[in-house]
């Protein structure tokens, strides 16, 4: 035999070779030298042996995928026995028991113990190769999950939302104390803000992170769909039932189910929700016995929905018990300090695409950039920043490869006051003057006087400038515009 991937009952000639390693543990050599060759064919890597003690030696010091196993060794060792102990040491092991004395109790046993399959000896080359793939394929496809798994726990981890400033600190904050619980969560704001990356990011976070994270677009589908996706259905419910369709409820059943835009559900169906909720089963469409589940609850709104439940169109029940905890997420209008840093990550995610590196933006682009409301949020500024990296002709994002709206909202010049005040009195006025302009628009005025939005709030308070639009006096000149 080919010693370079084979380990007699003596010695071992450790292999480092992938991507699959395949142990045989046969004692009748004929028999192990027969699947041997099969599987070295089909380009596995191959360890055997005919004793269980060697067999336990080469698990311990090689990265096996996959055991075929006799189970009968001899001198009174099974491979039930050997499969035991081997998945002690590695729980992730395919094993595949191989027989010429089957009986349905051994089978049983061999399934308890976590083998993928029960084969009878003699049995076809063909089957034995399919069986050893599919448990190789399945064994791949639970590593490529797992991987996935990391991905999206590092990618939803709370390091990912971007930001500095102290409104994303506090949601910071918030999070890193919920995400430890099983407590629902509301998420507010307005659109585009983030809410979906908040909930993701306290999923991945939790206890639950390896579980199923569903969400759900209440505002997205009507009603009667609606039901039927929360709830799930029997076979004839309805028109076009066909079969029986588990929930999201229970298909997200240890993991967390999102409701997004909750305040979009339809009244009727906030009934059958909160009775769901509070009793932690459901019944499906046409059935008359409940579904238990257990899930965790994210839900997300851009809507007052104190107001609603006031005015009616929101179960005041509901919001009660979906939201033990809220979080409020600040429009990106209300955080310009973090409008440079959001920028120039989306230009790193988008830059790799493209085939480019180390784009950056100019100093006039941005000013725009920063000088802009975004009311679509960081959703629009994302957009914008793929937009101008797939126009801009240079590594260079200049002012002209932004959208013409950035332009037309380009920040206000205002004249100066009149002279002969004091220092403060000057302060005062300007600032007066700058309100007037933007209407009383406190976070456009922060902008253009290149102060932080909480100083503004003081001085206002400090020179009495809370009502919003106050007159120009006469005689003063108008604001100016820039061009």
Known sequence: MNNESTISETAWTPAHQEPFRVLVVEDE?????????????????????????????????????????????????????????????????MGVIVTAYASIESAVEALRLGAYDYITKPFANDHLKAVVRKALEYKAAFRENRYLRRELREKYRFESIIGNCDAIDRVFRVMEKVARTDSSVLITGESGTGKELVARAIHFSSERANKRFLPINCGAL???????????YKRGAFTGAAQDKIGLLKAADKGTIFFDEIGDMPPALQVK??????????????????????????????????????????????????????????????????????????????????????????????????????????????????????????????????????HDSATVQVAPPAAGMTLEELEREHMRRVLNEVKGDKVKAAQILGIHLSTLYRKVQRYRLENEGLPVPAGAKPALQSV
């Open 273 to 406: 929700l909160l009775r769901a909720l509070q009793e932690r089963e459901c019944y499906p469409l046409g059935s008359n016995d409940p579904v238990a589940f257990d899930v965790r609850v994210l839900c997300a709104t851009n809507k007052d929905l104190d107001k609603e439940s006031r005015e009616g169109r929101f179960r005041e029940e509901l919001l009660y018990r979906i939201n033990v905890i809220t979080i409020q997420l600040p429009a990106l209008r209300e955080r310009t300090d973090d409008i440079a840093l959001l920028a120039n990550h989306f230009l790193r995610k988008y830059e790799k695409p493209l085939g480019r590196s180390a784009m950056r933006f100019s100093k006039g682009a941005m000013r725009l950039l920063i000088g802009y409301p975004w009311p679509g949020n960081v959703r629009e500024l994302e957009n914008t920043v793929e937009r101008a990296a797939i126009l801009a002709e240079t590594d260079v994002i200049h002012a002209h490869d932004l959208p013409e709206k950035l």
């Open 29 to 93: 050599e004929l028999m192990r030298s027969i699947i041997v060759q099969l599987l070295r064919r089909e380009g596995y890597e191959i360890f055997e042996t005919g004793a269980p003690d060697v067999a336990i030696k080469i698990f311990e010091h090689e990265k096996i995928d996959l055991a075929v196993l006799d189970l009968n060794l001899g001198g009174g060792s099974s491979g039930l026995d050997l499969l035991g102990k081997m998945h002690e040491i590695d729980a992730e092991l």
């Open 222 to 232: 009507p009603e009667t769909l609606l039901e039927s996706e929360l709830f799930g």
